[in-house]
Each structure stands twice: as structure tokens, then as C-alpha cells.
């Protein structure tokens, strides 16, 4: 294998069946000079009413801008199926996410937004942001937190 950080891809594909941010993974950026977005949407999102046990299904949005370290996509792939037995509040799990994605890479500007589907006719689409402290990116967080509009989320952005 080329990468030695990586372990998961190339091998059996076990699935966790509670929650499990241990099996993220990130390999070394090898652009870390320069800001660039990296996108993720994941369309098959769910977890679990941690009132009533039902199934949420939302399409769960990643955004960032990596610095030294960026997360392998198979690994967040197993991380975010691992909420499937997880009983969590919307607003919760997209905090859980960008916390654990923090915590991984420490990258330089980080956003996840869920669009889950509509329960009792309403949608939530919960939106969070972190930019690092004390840099253009602390500032970048704030403006658009700040001038994040659901209708924008509504319309794919």
C-alpha cells in the first residue's frame, strides 16, 4: 500500500453498528500551501431519535479546507453509517461530525450542514462552522454563519 496511514482501504469492509468516530482515518495533504474546499455530500444519512428510536434520513454536507491532514473517504463512509444505531437530535449529530472531523485533521476552516427529511412536516437543517482561531479563517467562519439563509440551503447552496 502506498499510504501507511491509511489501514481500511483494500481490505474487508466491516460495519459498525454504534457510533464510532475511532474508525476515521486522514492521510498527509500534499497542497497544504494552498486554501482549497473539499466537498463531501452523503445522501444516505441516518440515526435515531433518541426520544422514540425512529429512523432520521438526511443528506449530511461536508465542506472544508484541509491543512495537513485530510480524511480518507472510506473511513468517513464507515464513521458516518456508524450513526445508524445512534440516538442523536439533528442539531446534535452535525456537531458530533465536525467535532470528530476537528479533532482528525485540525483543518484550517471546516462546515457541516445535514438536510434531514421532513418528520411531522417539518425539516431541520442544521447548519455549524469552525474556523481557526485568531486566523482569516476564525473570520471567515463568522461571515458565513452569519449569512447562511435556509433558502440557500433549500436550493442545494
Known sequence: MENKELTLLGTATTYRQDYAPEVLEAFTNKHPERDYWVHFECPEFTSLCPITGQPDFATIWIDYLPDVKMVESK???????????????????????????????????????????????????????????????????????????????????
Open 75 to 157: 473511513s468517513l463512509k464507515l464513521y458516518l453509517f456508524s450513526f445508524r444505531g445512534h440516538g442523536a437530535f439533528h442539531e446534535d449529530c452535525v456537531n458530533l461530525i465536525m467535532n470528530d472531523l476537528i479533532r482528525l485533521m485540525k483543518p484550517k476552516y471546516i462546515e457541516v450542514t445535514g438536510l434531514f427529511t421532513p418528520r411531522g412536516g417539518i425539516s431541520i437543517y442544521p447548519y455549524c462552522n469552525y474556523g481557526r482561531p485568531g486566523t482569516k479563517y476564525e473570520a471567515l467562519a463568522e461571515q458565513r454563519l452569519f449569512n447562511i439563509q435556509a433558502g440557500n440551503l433549500r436550493a442545494g447552496r
